[in-house]
């Protein structure tokens, strides 16, 4: 059986239709920016997520460095305990962020970064003693498919089903270096509101 039957068998993939798209491309093998499947063609990965788009995929550096680390401490929970790793890298980020972000909260992927900033939000009113529960996001954004990410996200086909469940959020026009007039007063008149 090919890769590709196999994963009709028991794989869902995320963001798909199965009836419009049946098939998937099996990948095999990835150098540089080129994907190979397991038929042989050759693809560029001009999609390039996470880091391949700066580095390429199969960097040698990169795996030599992953290896090592995942020999010497593969995984701890962060919460209570600490370790060179995430310290060296709070202290490089921090070198290149403005100087008045001085704390880094590391998470493991875009969506769930989105749920942190959003629960940053919150909690911060929360302690206050003040009550708001509206979030304000620009239109047609994409955040992610967690709850939080997809109520900020611009309402997307993907979104339908889960709208009801959505957190409350104000939509402002994406700045697109002429409406910038618009866009305050957009922001002036929710603020006024209160619940942001
Ligand atoms: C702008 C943006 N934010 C958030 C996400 C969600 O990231 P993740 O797929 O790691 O949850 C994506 C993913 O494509 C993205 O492009």
New binding site residues.
């Given amino acids: 059986m090919t890769l590709k039957e196999r994963d009709k068998k028991h794989l869902w993939h995320p963001l798909t239709q199965h009836q419009l798209h049946p098939e998937s491309v099996a990948i095999v093998k990835a150098e540089g920016c080129t994907l190979y499947d397991e038929d042989g063609n050759t693809y560029i990965d001009a999609i390039a997520?996470w880091y391949t788009c700066m580095y390429g995929h199969c960097n040698p550096y990169i795996t030599k460095k992953v290896a090592e680390q995942m020999q010497t401490l593969d995984q701890v929970v962060f919460s209570s305990l600490t370790h060179e790793p995430a310290i060296k890298l709070s202290e490089a980020l921090i070198e290149i962020l403005p100087n008045n972000q001085q704390k880094i909260f590391f998470s493991d992927?875009?969506?769930?970064s989105?749920e942190v900033g959003i629960k940053m939000a919150l909690q911060y009113h929360f302690n206050r003693g003040e009550k708001r529960n509206v979030l304000i996001a620009f239109e047609d954004?994409?955040?992610?498919?967690?709850f939080g990410?997809m109520s900020v996200s611009g309402l997307s086909v993907y979104n339908g089903p889960f709208e009801d469940f959505f957190i409350e959020v104000k939509r402002i026009p994406t700045p697109n270096g002429t409406n910038h007039d618009n866009i305050l007063a957009q922001l002036n008149a929710i603020s006024k509101t209160n619940a942001v």
């Fill in positions: 997520s992927n875009g969506s769930t989105v954004g994409f955040h992610g498919d967690t990410a």
